[in-house]
């Protein structure tokens, strides 16, 4: 029995950093022609599946990652990390032709810029009765995943759903942009609704500056949410539930330098589902995913 299946993207994440890489008014400034020395380069694996998967796993619970690995050069470096951090990838589906790589230029204040290429036209489960075998799960966690179409990814949720297993997911921004009448079928399905204040904004279609996250915005503006569990993470000024008209907040932990943010939200995803696996106490959740988030600001890499 698995703790947590992750269902999304696993990519291979190229870090560069360096004086040469200059940047002003939140842009690097690179020339057309130009050639940059990096002082810093790493490899790690990330993709919001795999660091979700990983970053539960850390927390002692046992999980397995679904989604596509390419057959090319950087499959062993992908399959040597997840065993290094005892992930499950038994339902993952390697693929030949297929790539999930991204180059990220960092500054020095851990802001980053990221170019990524993901092989387009790539379904999401297959035959669902392959999956016979997630039915013991104790909660299934969908990432974002706006290449698969909403029509599948319902298939896939109300799957779970009739199996009665809790069910979570993350929207980005592409998805938050469609229309509530497209969303709300999706979103019907799932227990737990988690999203950066942004993304909130997109969704509701509501200018960010206009939002007070300590009011009743879900009641306000997503009705239909109001007996799910919807977080919503605000950066330096933490984070936010609402639940059965009820709000929680929990501060940002402060850290004295910043390294990398680069999959800080997947962080306090990873420390949240744990700890409401085992607890099911929303504010001890919302702490420990605020706690897990600082562990990954402090370092290079969404791992």
């Known amino acids: 029995m698995y ?33 940059y020395l990096a002082s810093k380069y790493s490899v790690s694996l990330g993709g919001g599946g795999a660091n979700v998967a990983i970053g539960v796993r850390r927390q002692g619970l046992k999980t397995v990652v679904m989604g596509k690995i390419g057959n090319n050069s950087f499959k062993k ?3 040597d990390k997840l065993a290094k951090e005892k992930v499950s990838h038994s339902y993952c589906e390697f693929i030949d032709g297929y790539y999930n790589i991204s ?12 170019i990524h290429y993901v092989t387009p036209h790539c379904h999401l489960m297959g035959e669902l009765d392959k999956f016979t075998g997630l039915s013991k799960v104790r909660l299934l966690y969908l990432g974002n995943l706006p290449e698969v179409s909403i029509n599948e990814r319902n298939i896939f949720l109300n799957y779970f759903k009739q199996k009665k297993i809790t069910t979570a997911i993350n929207l980005g921004t592409s998805d938050c942009r469609r229309s509530t009448a497209q969303l709300q079928p999706m979103l019907n399905k799932v227990n737990i609704l988690i999203l950066n204040g942004h993304e909130f904004a997109e969704l509701i279609k509501a200018p960010y500056k206009d939002i007070n996250f300590h009011e009743q915005i879900i009641k306000w503006y997503i009705p239909f949410l109001s007996d799910q569990l919807v977080i919503i993470t605000e950066g330096s000024k933490g984070s936010f539930g609402y639940y059965k008209n009820k709000i929680y907040h929990q501060k940002a932990i402060k850290l004295s330098k910043i390294i990398d943010t680069t999959g800080a939200g997947d962080g306090y995803t990873s420390g949240f589902l744990a700890e409401y696996i085992r607890s099911g106490n929303i504010e001890k959740a919302m702490h420990r995913g605020a706690r897990y988030a600082a562990d990954i600001l402090s370092k290079i890499g969404a791992n």
Request: proline share 0%; charged share 25%; glycine share 12%.
């Open 3 to 35: 703790d947590l299946v992750s269902v999304g993207s696993i990519s291979i994440d190229l870090f560069f950093k360096g004086e040469s890489l200059t940047y002003k008014d939140g842009r690097f400034q690179l020339a057309i022609g130009g050639k």
């Open 77 to 79: 470096i992908i399959l």
């Open 103 to 114: 180059t990220i230029l960092l500054t020095d204040k851990g802001e980053r810029s990221i």
